[in-house]
């Protein structure tokens, strides 16, 4: 922000360095709305518990499916964590957040009244 002539200790609030400034802080919000989704956080962890909790069931030996009743449990729920995590992440990727509404736009001008008038 350029510096105001009259007082050097404020900085300049005019119309155009409002807007830059509000532009931007919308930018910033829009991106950690995208990167702190709970769809991706929680597909991210799955995934990665269901890689490794698949290559627990693949290494897994004959003494621990047996302790199991013949069933690798390793393996089969280390690959539905893995379709979990997927789901969520295509899901975050065919749905994105929605970027924030200008709240002001949608809100009539006082002069113009209210839009059921």
Do not use: C
């Amino acid at each position: 922000m350029t510096d105001n002539p009259q007082h050097p200790d404020r900085p300049d609030h005019s119309s155009e360095a409002l807007q830059r400034e509000i532009t931007e802080l919308e930018r910033k919000s829009e991106t950690a709305a995208r990167l702190f989704d709970i769809r991706r956080i929680i597909g991210g962890l799955f995934v990665l518990y269901g890689i490794i909790i698949t290559i627990a069931g693949i290494v897994a030996s004959d003494a621990d499916i047996d302790k199991a009743e013949g069933i690798n449990i390793n393996l089969w729920t280390g690959l539905g964590m893995l379709a979990l995590g997927l789901f969520f992440l295509a899901w975050l990727w065919l749905r994105p957040v929605a970027p924030p509404v200008d709240v002001e736009q949608l809100l009539p001008d006082a002069e113009k009244g209210h839009p059921s008038e």
